[in-house]
């Protein structure tokens, strides 16, 4: 059977996961950037010159994961955060942190070279507003770069539950999804902004479900 759960479920499951199985929350965050680093790869993605755009939550540690794990592979990996420090989440600022004290450059202006990929580790599957102000400059700049585009887990922007676009969405080449595909990546127009998906596993329980 294959799910196609949404934000809420998907959230629950990964409460559970974390509360009940006792599976910490950096754990998953560590596995999700190693998937997303090693299906990329294997998809021939060049990483010579890496750009991952991070928010504030999960998915924004997720993607300071990325940049680091890239870093220990030889390659070129730098970070633009978007989001704001005062609503860090506690495993994003930890990722984040060891990222700088790895060296990693991290951007808060764009940057003004060009990159070979974009991976975008903006807003998880629990957005539900309408995207507005910088982080809608911030994606339509994304969108506009003429380079491989990727997505940790949905792209920022998607409605996870219905498929439909926030304002604005940032168009993935490839999303690559933790544990499942979100039912708003196979919905339209989602879908057409998620690219190839690729679910992976990352030791979310999906006894949950």
Same mark, same amino acid.
């Given at each position: 059977m294959r799910y196609l759960p949404n934000g809420a479920q998907m959230k629950a499951a990964d409460t559970y996961t974390i509360e009940k199985v006792g599976i910490p929350s950096l754990v998953l965050m560590e596995r999700a950037a190693l998937e997303t680093v090693r299906v990329l790869k294997d998809r021939g993605v060049d990483f010579s010159d890496?750009?991952?755009?991070?928010?504030?939550?999960?998915?924004?540690?997720?993607?300071?994961?990325?940049?680091?794990?890239? &870093?220990?592979?030889?390659?070129?990996?730098?970070?633009?955060?978007? #989001?704001?420090?005062? =609503?860090?989440?506690? +495993?994003? !600022?930890?990722?984040k942190q060891i990222a700088e004290r790895l060296g990693i450059?991290?951007?808060?202006?764009?940057? &003004?070279?060009?990159?070979?990929?974009?991976?975008?580790?903006?807003? #998880?599957?629990?957005? =539900?507003?309408?995207? +507005?102000? !910088?982080?809608?400059?911030?994606?339509?700049w994304?969108?506009?770069?003429?380079?491989?585009?990727?997505?940790i887990d949905i792209p920022s922007g998607i409605c996870a539950e219905s498929g439909r676009v926030l304002g604005i969405a940032f168009r993935a080449d490839i999303t690559v999804s933790m544990e499942c595909v979100k039912l708003g990546c196979e919905l339209f127009p989602g879908k057409l902004y998620a690219g190839e998906t690729v679910s992976v596993p990352i030791g979310i329980d999906l006894f949950f479900f």
């Amino acid at each position: 059977m294959r799910y196609l759960p949404n934000g809420a479920q998907m959230k629950a499951a990964d409460t559970y996961t974390i509360e009940k199985v006792g599976i910490p929350s950096l754990v998953l965050m560590e596995r999700a950037a190693l998937e997303t680093v090693r299906v990329l790869k294997d998809r021939g993605v060049d990483f010579s010159d890496t750009l991952v755009v991070c928010g504030s939550g999960n998915n924004g540690g997720d993607g300071f994961a990325a940049a680091r794990i890239l &870093k220990e592979y030889g390659f070129c990996a730098e970070v633009l955060f978007v #989001g704001q420090d005062a =609503s860090m989440s506690e +495993e994003c !600022r930890t990722q984040k942190q060891i990222a700088e004290r790895l060296g990693i450059s991290v951007f808060t202006d764009f940057p &003004k070279k060009e990159y070979t990929v974009i991976i975008d580790a903006v807003f #998880g599957v629990g957005l =539900s507003r309408a995207i +507005e102000g !910088r982080y809608h400059t911030v994606i339509e700049w994304m969108n506009d770069k003429k380079c491989e585009k990727a997505a940790i887990d949905i792209p920022s922007g998607i409605c996870a539950e219905s498929g439909r676009v926030l304002g604005i969405a940032f168009r993935a080449d490839i999303t690559v999804s933790m544990e499942c595909v979100k039912l708003g990546c196979e919905l339209f127009p989602g879908k057409l902004y998620a690219g190839e998906t690729v679910s992976v596993p990352i030791g979310i329980d999906l006894f949950f479900f």
